[in-house]
């Protein structure tokens, strides 16, 4: 019989080490019997553990016996407990004088800290899963651990056979950083399972930032002896799409779509499907997939292109882009259909880096058209007409949004030479270029500009640039050819027409007002400079006719050209009436 206070031992072979032991031993050459009473006993185990184990309470009994074949152990710890844990474990070890050793033990806690896991791993354990579970498990309880370890050891995990090593965990309230720079999954409720040589976690509920989450399935297949020691992530999370926004914004999807979302906010719910696949040993070669489904969403792009509503559909999307298939939804209320797709921002004339290109398909009546018309305007279309349109945005907050449409189907009933029948095809092409003040040096279009260019068939062509601090400059020109970039503000009129009937026009246009006049908003005109092959104006037929409109000393002057008449008019303000005067060369009847 021997009492022990504060006794210890060194490990050495397969025997381990104990230091802080307080024990009663009774012994003799056959076998004996221990009790273990005390606190501050510490357990090393080299061969089997990276750390030691220490114990404020310790309530354990222990039982050996010797024969021919070697030492046989058992041992029950009716109570353990430590910061880490508390809880009670049983078993027996069979030493032989040869071979290896077999274990039977099992180990119910009551209690465990989620972020002490990689502590208690097996030395076989590979490096790197021991280091993500040291930094990945941030925190969590349990009050359900459950271990078995049955087999001999030597043939420890018995991922091959011959032997059962799990340990299950209940997990709650748990934070998994799974990887750097994505987002944590937090209130993690289910079980943690180490099983072979295989880790489970699968979560029934959690949440990524506002989603809620559930199922969810964290597995790492081999964490001893695998060369890329792989984990993967699979799961499915509901909520606002504004969340699914927030975990592009903070992931590296952000990096590789081009920050093409942080212009955007989105009203309504949707369900994400996640699937992660980590290399341990390479980080950064992490790859991504998976979809996120909504339905009558409210989607606000940013900037100056339409909200979209009633969006529903589906978006596929990996780490280096997304891209999605006939979603459907509304534009101006009436409905769309809209594919997108990651590319290089190359791919639509946006410079360097990614973009996200957007293609709608649509139709559109004469009614809702003419809201968007000057009043004069409104009753002179008829039926309606299909358009596609292309959106382009990219990192930096540039976009590009291009309309065509080959307006078959939608009569306008304008003069000569703008109208047309609902059965003439006439190619109308809008493309609109936007450029925030946070745009790199070399776009297309300066800082903080817009840049439109219109087309409608061979008959006009309109460009305007409109930057953000400063008076718009627009160009339309008639005829062949197509509108120059404006090179000051106002609105110049150039080119060339085969036919223009003033006379019908008349009643179409607004009241003539002396530069000095014009409504405070409304775009100056700086110079009309046309040639007509024949031109109607006040019941008269001109031909090969060349007229020139400028601005002067707050009024106009009118320079005309051409084989019927030629001369000048100007109109000069005095107080409230303007006086007209004429000097024409020649004017034939």
Not at 74 to 81: C, E, G, H, P, T
Not at 183 to 192: A, F, K, S, W
Not at 400 to 420: E, M, R
């Amino acid at each position: 019989k021997l009492d022990i206070r504060s006794a210890g031992v060194n490990a050495y072979a397969e025997f381990p080490g104990i230091n802080g032991l307080d024990a009663r031993i009774e012994a003799d050459p056959h076998g004996g019997r221990a009790a273990f009473d005390g606190a501050g006993m510490k357990l090393d185990l080299p061969l089997i553990l990276r750390h030691e184990l220490s114990f404020s309470q310790l309530a354990a009994t222990a039982d050996w016996k010797f024969d021919a074949a070697g030492m046989s152990l058992s041992f029950d710890a009716r109570k353990m407990v430590n910061s880490d844990l508390e809880g009670s474990a049983q078993g027996r070890l069979e030493i032989p004088d040869s071979g290896p050793v077999h274990a039977d033990i099992s180990a119910h806690l009551t209690r465990g800290e989620a972020n002490a896991v990689y502590r208690y791993l097996p030395l076989k354990v590979g490096d790197d899963a021991y280091h993500w579970l040291q930094r990945g498990l941030i925190s969590g309880k349990s009050d359900d651990v459950r271990l078995v370890l049955k087999g001999p050891l030597d043939r420890f995990p018995f991922d091959q056979g011959g032997g059962e090593f799990s340990v299950s965990i209940r997990m709650l309230n748990g934070v998994l950083d799974y990887a750097p720079g994505w987002p944590r999954i937090e209130g993690v409720n289910g079980t943690l399972l180490f099983h072979d040589k295989a880790m489970s976690l699968n979560a029934y509920s959690g949440r990524i930032l506002d989603a809620r989450l559930g199922p969810v399935k964290v597995f790492i297949p081999d964490l001893h002896s695998s060369i890329d020691e792989m984990l993967m992530v699979d799961g499915q999370a509901a909520g606002e799409t504004r969340t699914f926004l927030d975990f592009i914004r903070f992931s590296p999807v952000h990096e590789h779509t081009g920050h093409f979302t942080e212009p955007f906010k989105a009203v309504g719910d949707g369900r994400l499907d996640l699937h992660l696949r980590i290399p341990l040993r390479k980080i950064e070669a992490t790859t991504l997939s998976g979809s996120y489904a909504f339905d009558n969403n409210r989607l606000d792009p940013g900037g100056d292109l339409p909200e979209l509503s009633a969006v529903s559909g589906s978006v596929q999307f990996t780490q280096d882009g997304l891209q999605a298939k006939d979603i459907h939804a509304r534009l101006l209320d009436l409905p769309v259909r809209l594919n997108i797709r990651s590319a290089l921002a190359s791919e639509n004339g946006q410079g360097a880096g990614r973009a996200v290109l957007g293609q709608l398909y649509g139709e559109i009546g004469a009614a809702e058209i003419a809201p968007y018309l000057p009043a004069a305007l409104r009753g002179r279309l008829a039926g309606g007409t299909r358009w596609q349109a292309e959106v382009g945005m990219s990192a930096g907050g540039k976009s590009v949004f291009k309309l065509t449409s080959d307006l078959v189907g939608l009569a306008i009933n304008l003069p000569v030479p703008l109208g047309k029948t609902a059965e003439m095809e006439m190619p109308l092409s809008a493309i609109k270029e936007s450029v925030n003040g946070g745009a790199k040096p070399g776009a297309s279009v300066g800082d903080g500009v817009d840049a439109v260019l219109v087309r409608y068939g061979d008959l006009l062509s309109l460009r305007a640039q409109r930057p953000k601090d400063g008076p718009a400059r627009v160009h339309v020109h008639f005829g062949g050819g197509e509108a120059t970039a404006p090179t000051d503000s106002g609105l110049w009129i150039s080119g060339a027409l085969r036919q223009l009937d003033l006379d019908a026009w008349k009643p179409l246009m607004p009241a003539a007002r002396t530069p000095a006049a014009a409504d405070a908003g409304v775009l100056p005109l700086r110079e009309a400079n046309i040639v007509f092959n024949e031109l109607q104006l006040f019941n008269r037929r001109l031909n090969d006719t060349h007229i020139k409109l400028r601005p002067s000393a707050g009024g106009w002057r009118l320079a005309v050209t051409g084989r019927e008449i030629t001369g000048e008019v100007a109109t000069v303000p005095v107080g409230n009436k303007v006086n007209v005067l004429a000097n024409f060369k020649r004017s034939e009847e």
